[in-house]
T-cell receptor, first 115, second 114 residues
Framework: AQTVTQSQPEMSVQEAETVTLSCTYD???????LFWYKQPPSRQMILVIR??????QNATENRFSVNFQKAAKSFSLKISDSQLGDAAMYFC????????????FGQGTRLTINP | NAGVTQTPKFQVLKTGQSMTLQCAQD?????MSWYRQDPGMGLRLIHY???????DQGEVPNGYNVSRSTTEDFPLRLLSAAPSQTSVYFC?????????????FGPGTRLTVT
């Protein structure tokens, strides 16, 4: 069974600094997606960034980038120039490409931004 | 488009009561699913559907029933509520396809079972 592990229950960072959230996963599949979702206090799940396993280039979306290490099964999220609005729970998630679009989520990391 | 809507937003039940959480989407998505979110455990898949009349179990299906009679609606039924079902419930939808990656989440329903 696929599993996703986020080993940092909480992280904090000073505003304008850079922070990295960690995620590891376990799978025997070769073709899959990895995602980072943001959940602010409103509870809404917001897709931040995605990575397709067959692509070697790390995904980037504005201030958000990932470090995808397929052999190590590691998928970290880097937030640059942290802003107060980045404060939220962040979830790492995985799904295989084949079959149903079932997401497997990690436990989440609560990110606090200090002004 | 309203996107994915869920009702109610909050609900309190007594142990043994039954109820239905409603989920609807207006994007003509084939794939719909239900997750529950518990503290420290992330979101876990309860049931999912790949189209009208087709449903299947996810990771934590016990105590829940689903049906999909239309493309738009995917209700989640709690047959006999238990305190262990206290959680936040999310419905999500997506176009069907291997390379379809975006899942659209509803705003969630917070359920408390006393």
């Amino acid at each position: 069974a696929q599993t996703v592990t986020q080993s940092q229950p909480e992280m904090s960072v000073q505003e304008a600094e850079t922070v990295t959230l960690s995620c590891t996963y376990d799978t025997s599949e070769s073709d899959y997606y990895l995602f980072w979702y943001k959940q602010p206090p409103s509870r809404q799940m917001i897709l931040v960034i995605r990575q397709e396993a067959y692509k070697q280039q790390n995904a980037t979306e504005n201030r958000f980038s990932v470090n995808f290490q397929k052999a190590a099964k590691s998928f970290s999220l880097k937030i640059s120039d942290s802003q107060l609005g980045d404060a939220a729970m962040y979830f790492c998630a995985y799904r295989i490409i084949q079959g149903a679009q079932k997401l497997v989520f990690g436990q989440g990391t609560r990110l606090t931004i200090n002004p | 488009n309203a996107g994915v809507t869920q009702t109610p937003k909050f609900q309190v039940l007594k142990t043994g009561q039954s109820m239905t959480l409603q989920c609807a989407q207006d994007m003509n998505h084939e794939y719909m699913s239900w997750y529950r979110q518990d503290p420290g455990m992330g979101l876990r898949l309860i049931h999912y559907s790949v189209g009208a009349g087709i449903t299947d179990q996810g990771e934590v299906p016990n105590g829940y029933n689903v049906s999909r009679s239309t493309t738009e609606d995917f209700p989640l039924r709690l047959l006999s509520a238990a305190p262990s079902q206290t959680s936040v419930y999310f419905c999500a939808s997506s176009p069907w396809g291997q390379r379809e990656y975006e899942q659209y989440f509803g705003p969630g329903t917070r359920l408390t079972v006393t």
